[in-house]
C-alpha cells in the first residue's frame, strides 16, 4: 500500500509542473503574438480555435485572456467575447511618448554594456529583418524588428525596465502590422543601422536618439493614418496569422 501510495503521489506531482507549461505556453504565444502584431486591432478571440491551435483545452486559454484583460492588452466586449482594443490618436501618442522615456533609457544603460557579442547578434537580427522586409514578408518583420528591440533592452540588465516596456508592447504591438502597410514610411531599417553604428563607439546619447528616432517615426507614420474616432486597420477581421516563436 505505501508504494501505491508513494506512486500516486509522484503522479499527482507530475502532473501540476504539466499544468504550469501549458499555461505559461499559451501565455507565451499570446504575449508574442500581442507584441510583434501577429493579432489585430479589433479581432476578437476565439477560445476554441485558439484551444485547438495550441494544442490544449479552452481552461487555460480562458485564464490567460482574462490575465491580458486585466493587463489592459486586451478587453471584453458587452457581448462578454474578448477583443484586441483599437487604439485612439491620443492612447497611441501616449503609450509612444510613454515608449521613448522607457525604452530610451533601457537602450542608453544597454550601450553602457555593449559587447562584441551584442553587436554581432543584433547585426545579425538586423540582416534577417532586411531579407524580410525585401520579400516583404510582413510577419517576419515585425518578429524581427521585436527581437532586435528587445535583444538590446535586456542587455541593460533591468528588472525593472523590460517588464514596463513588455506592457506598452502588448498595448500597442497590433498597431505595428498597419505601420508596414503605410506608402510614407517604408520600412528600411535605417535606424537600426544608426544604433548599430554607434555601439561600435560605445556612444550611449546616439543609440537613444535612434532609439527615439525610431519610435518616434512610427507614431508619426501611424497617426497619418487617423481618422476622429480611431485608428482603422480594414483586415481586423481578415484570417488568421501564425508566426514562429
Known sequence: MK????????????????????????????????????????QVMSLRKLAAGLGTSPMPVREVLSRLVAAKALEETSGGSVRVPRLNPEKLTDLFSVREMLEGEAAERAAKRATPALISE????????????????????????????????????????IPLIETLWLQFGPTMYMSLLIPSMP?????????????????????????????RGTCRALLSIKSAQSIELPFAHGPELHFNY
Request: aromatic share 6%.
Open 187 to 215: 520600412w528600411n531599417a535605417s535606424a537600426h543601422e544608426s544604433i548599430l553604428d554607434a555601439l561600435k563607439t560605445k556612444n550611449a546619447p546616439a543609440v537613444k536618439r535612434g532609439i527615439v528616432n525610431d519610435i
Open 122 to 161: 543584433l547585426a545579425a537580427i538586423n540582416k534577417s529583418l532586411l531579407q524580410a522586409i525585401a520579400k516583404r514578408d510582413i510577419l517576419n518583420c515585425l518578429s524581427c524588428n521585436q527581437n532586435f528591440h528587445f535583444t538590446l533592452y535586456k542587455s541593460s540588465e533591468s528588472e525593472v525596465l
Open 3 to 42: 508504494k501505491i501510495r508513494s506512486k500516486t503521489k509522484e503522479t499527482k506531482s507530475a502532473v501540476k509542473p504539466q499544468r504550469g507549461h501549458v499555461h505559461e505556453h499559451v501565455l507565451r504565444y499570446m504575449c508574442r503574438g500581442l507584441m510583434v502584431g501577429a493579432f489585430l486591432p479589433g
